[in-house]
């Protein structure tokens, strides 16, 4: 099992990137993909999910209506478009794979999500 994380890297306020994760290992299209953050010093965040079929999402507050998640289940990959980027999006980026998590939950858990990549650096300066 394995999910790759890249696409990270430094921007200035005001810009964008796009994030994927390709997956192998395991059957895609039956888990739901995560994108968790973590800053220096604060806890890990969730930051974005979607359903294993594409129909659902969830977006943290402080990121909707400028990171949008998306998948392709044919190449088995997520993408999370970011853009308007703040200096707070300043983090680590993870992505996950997982079977139990439900969009109503109004979050994401930890614990629901299995699989877990290693994550890709993204810079924001002012």
């Known amino acids: 099992v394995q999910l790759q994380a890249s696409g990270g890297g430094l921007v200035h306020a005001g810009g964008s990137l796009r994030l994927s994760c390709a997956a192998s290992?395991?059957?895609?299209?039956?888990?739901?993909i995560g994108w968790f953050r973590q800053a220096p010093g604060k806890e890990r965040e969730g930051v974005s999910c979607?359903?294993?079929?594409?129909?659902?999402?969830y977006y943290v507050e402080s990121v909707k209506g400028r990171f949008t998640i998306s998948r392709d289940n044919a190449k088995n990959t997520v993408y999370l478009q970011m853009n308007t980027l703040t200096e707070e999006d300043t983090a680590v980026y993870y992505c996950?794979?997982?079977?139990?998590?439900?969009?109503?939950?109004?979050?994401?858990?930890?614990?629901?999500?299995?699989?877990w990549g290693q994550g890709t650096q993204v810079t924001v300066s002012s």
């Open positions: 979607i359903g294993n079929s594409g129909g659902r999402t």
């Open positions: 996950a794979a997982g079977m139990r998590w439900r969009y109503w939950y109004g979050g994401l858990r930890d614990g629901d999500f299995d699989f």
């Open positions: 290992g395991f059957t895609f299209d039956r888990y739901h």
